[in-house]
């Protein structure tokens, strides 16, 4: 059985990459493509727990101490779900993956973007994704979507307007970097033309002969 693919969903917070993860996962799964669906930071206990850390508002987190606390969640992600899923042959689902670091720590907290990409590249043994959609999003629009969420706002999501602008065009440095993985989709549109999309660029890195043995 041959390696599974990595896709991994990106953005700054409130661009709705947990919905689109869920849709695609289920449109996928309708097209006989399962995929594993995890998120960060989290998807298995020891993350999960750092998630809880990272993102409490009572907690004051260095920039430096954040940045490494991302990368250990990740690295156990890395080494108790997502290598093992991609050895069999799994598609794998990622709502955040290392470029969040990148845009987040590196750009946004001022680290250096080639500085948490090592630290990251470390944690994940170098596991690079082989796709990323990147959801961009004015930040002042994001900021509109979560105001209207039921649930008050995270350690990070608390952060100003500044912050964000940075992320989003950390982001966008990223992406006209590395143009073949990392794939921008305009997420100002409707649910349904975003989903739309992802679908079609998933598909194009999935190999014929991928599709043809699910279906």
Do not use: W
């Not at 850390?53 to 108790?80: G, I, N």
């Not at 955040?96 to 590196?106: I, N, P, T």
């Not at 690079?128 to 999003?137: G, K, P, V």
């Not at 990223?174 to 739309?196: K, M, N, Q, T």
């Amino acid at each position: 059985m041959g390696r599974g693919r990595l896709i991994t969903i990106e953005g700054i917070d409130g661009v709705g990459k947990s919905t689109l993860a869920r849709a695609l996962a289920g449109e996928l799964a309708g097209r006989g493509l399962p995929a594993e669906l995890l998120r960060e930071p989290g998807g298995v206990e020891l993350s999960e727990r750092i998630r809880s850390l990272v993102k409490d508002p009572a907690l004051s987190v260095s920039p430096r101490a954040e940045a490494l606390l991302y990368a250990a969640a990740r690295a156990q992600l890395v080494q108790e779900r997502v290598r093992p899923l991609l050895a069999d042959g799994a598609v794998v689902l990622l709502d955040r993956f290392l470029d969040s670091s990148l845009a987040y720590q590196g750009a946004g907290r001022g680290l250096g973007v080639e500085h948490v990409r090592a630290i990251n590249l470390f944690a994940t043994g170098g596991l690079q994704a082989d796709l990323t959609l990147l959801l961009r999003l004015a930040p002042g629009d994001a900021r509109a979507r979560q105001a209207v969420r039921d649930t008050p706002p995270d350690r990070l999501e608390g952060e100003g307007e500044d912050f964000f602008q940075t992320i989003a065009a950390a982001y966008d440095e990223l992406a006209r970097s590395e143009p073949g993985r990392i794939r921008p989709i305009d997420a100002s549109r409707s649910p349904e033309l975003v989903l739309a999309e992802a679908v079609s660029l998933v598909l194009g890195v999935l190999a014929p002969t991928d599709r043809a043995s699910s279906a």
